[in-house]
Every structure is written in structure tokens, then in C-alpha cells.
């Protein structure tokens, strides 16, 4: 069974431009959550995505964005990057809404803004 | 405010000794609580989870938890630590609500041959 898998790895951009990362959840898995991670603020929450919809956000600016569509694929989209959205970007998935069901994470897309 | 405390930013432990990592949690709610591992550059691989029921719970590569509801509490222990347990270690909580966790901030746990 094919765990999640998040594309590009790895990514350069230059400050001011935006990126879409894209996440393919397990088959079956009908939830996304996304997750930033940085040595100084750690783990935060930015976004889950269930039946297309936005279930829950966290407290990210309005330049951070996503989507889900009916195949439970989703993408996240930063515009107007900044240094500080350098970061470790994480997708979760999980059969349906909730924790009960527990996350399964992928490897990440390690985002480079200079 | 709903929260995740490690204490412990750093454990070293020799290989073949216990290790015991700490885990706080603030959550209003009925708490779903979990632990992952990390390994630099990899993303997060679930050790174990707890939801309700038998308060020590057994997760994969060994490792066991017990959930202490009196003292906010979810502490992962092993019995003995093998050198490929080098990594990151995360406590999480979350709740039925929604699909958001609640990250600690990590303990690094390194082992001496």
C-alpha cells in the first residue's frame, strides 16, 4: 500500500514568488492536513482538508492557501513568499475527519526561500 | 490553551539502557494522544496512539506509553535503546473535533555505543 507521497522534495524560489506543493494521500484516505515545520517554531498546524472542503485552518496569513480535489489529492500554495516561509512543509492523511483515525505523514517538501 | 510540553529538548542514553521521554499535554477536551519519531530529513512516522480504554499502550520498534489523565501525562518509554533510535521524537495531541494537532516541541534523543 503506498504511503503518502509529496512532490516536488525539494524546492528553491526566490523571495516574492509563490509555490505549489502537491500531496497524494494513502488510497482510501479522505482527510489532508498540512503542517509547517522550522527549528524555531516547530510544528504548526496550517490546514485540513476533508470532501474538498476546509474543515479547520490554523493561524497562518492569507498567503498561504490550498485546495483538495475529488481524488482526495491536495495542493498548498504560498504566494508573495518570504524568507521566513523557508520550512519543512508536511502533509498528513487520514481515512476520515479526526483524529481517531490517526495520521499517516509523508517525507515532506523542504521549501528554500532566498 | 491548549498545549504540548517535552521538557526535555536533548537525552543522551547508552545503548541498551531504558529511556523515558516526558509528555505534558494542556487540552480541553477528550485528548487523542500520540507519539512520532523523525529521522533528519524524513518526515513523521507514528510510534503510537491512544484514544481511550487500557492506559499503557504498546507501539511499534518496542516502545510503550502511559497515559496519566491525573497528571497530564503521556510518557513513552523502551526497555532498551538500540543506536538506530538516534532521532526526533514528537509527543502530539489531538482531539475529535478536527484533524488539527497539537506538536511539542521535540526531544533529540542521541545513543552512545
Known amino acids: 500500500k503506498a504511503g503518502v507521497t509529496q512532490t516536488p522534495r525539494y524546492l528553491i524560489k526566490t523571495r516574492g514568488q509563490q509555490v505549489t506543493l502537491s500531496c497524494s494521500p494513502i488510497?482510501?484516505?479522505?482527510?489532508v492536513s498540512w503542517y509547517q515545520q522550522t527549528p524555531g517554531q516547530g510544528l504548526q498546524f496550517l490546514f485540513e482538508?476533508?470532501?474538498?472542503?476546509?474543515?479547520n485552518k490554523g493561524n497562518f496569513p492569507g498567503r498561504f492557501s490550498g485546495r483538495q480535489f475529488s481524488n482526495s489529492r491536495s495542493e498548498m500554495n504560498v504566494s508573495t513568499l518570504e524568507l521566513g516561509d523557508s520550512a519543512l512543509y508536511l502533509c498528513?492523511?487520514?481515512?476520515?475527519?479526526?483524529?481517531?483515525?490517526?495520521?499517516?505523514f509523508g517525507s515532506g517538501t523542504r521549501l528554500t526561500v532566498v | 490553551a491548549q498545549s504540548v510540553t517535552q521538557p526535555d529538548i536533548h537525552i543522551t542514553v547508552s545503548e541498551g539502557a531504558s529511556l523515558e521521554l516526558r509528555c505534558n499535554y494542556s487540552y480541553g477536551a477528550t485528548p487523542y494522544l500520540f507519539w512520532y519519531v523523525q529521522s533528519p530529513g524524513q518526515g513523521l512516522q507514528l510510534l503510537l496512539k491512544?484514544?481511550?480504554?487500557?492506559?499503557l499502550v504498546q507501539g511499534i520498534k518496542g516502545f510503550e506509553a502511559e497515559f496519566k489523565r491525573s497528571q497530564s501525562s503521556f510518557n513513552l518509554r523502551k526497555p532498551s535503546v538500540h543506536w538506530s533510535d538516534a532521532a526526533e521524537y514528537f509527543c502530539a495531541v489531538g482531539g475529535n473535533q478536527g484533524g488539527k494537532l497539537i506538536f511539542g516541541q521535540g526531544t533529540e534523543l542521541s545513543v552512545k555505543p
Open positions: 498528513a492523511s487520514s481515512l476520515a475527519q479526526g483524529s481517531q483515525s490517526g495520521y499517516t
Open positions: 482538508y476533508f470532501s474538498e472542503t476546509q474543515r
Open positions: 491512544y484514544f481511550s480504554g487500557d492506559t
Open positions: 488510497s482510501g484516505h479522505r482527510s
